[in-house]
């Protein structure tokens, strides 16, 4: 949320005083300028948001385990050999790089606006 209203906050109060003069409702700026212009910040905040979400379902699981030791429910009971607890957190480690990219792609196409082509300055 604190992401959001950082977005909404960019917003210059000329291009608004503008707009108005155009005659526009306080909804379509809302829709036209307010919400396209927080994006790149709601996606910002998706992708620190999954790669967080990875790391507490695990601490989570590891805490659990330590605090309450035998038979509980959750992954956090299971007794695993080292290398297939290495294996599930590389696992997990890929699904998260995974998650990302796909919140990467997903925030490239909708705020394709937000990017500056890849030209050189030279033209």
């Known amino acids: 949320m604190v ?3 950082t977005g909404l906050a960019t917003m210059e109060p000329e291009l608004e005083d503008v ?10 700026i809302m829709l036209k300028v307010g919400i396209p212009r927080t994006q790149p910040y709601l996606f910002a905040s ?15 699981e590891y805490h ?12 956090g009971r299971i007794e695993l050999p080292d290398a297939t607890v290495f294996a599930c957190l590389l696992g997990l480690a890929i699904e998260g790089i ?6 990467a792609y997903v925030e490239s196409y909708f705020t394709r606006w937000a990017f500056r082509s890849s030209m050189s300055a030279g033209g």
């Open 19 to 28: 707009l108005r003069a155009l005659g526009a409702k306080k909804l379509d």
């Open 3 to 5: 992401n959001v209203a």
């Open 64 to 75: 659990r385990r330590q605090c309450r030791p035998g038979p509980s429910d959750g992954a």
């Open 98 to 103: 995974a998650m990302y990219a796909v919140f």
């Open 46 to 60: 998706f992708k620190v948001a999954i790669t967080l979400a990875f790391i507490g379902a695990v601490m989570s």
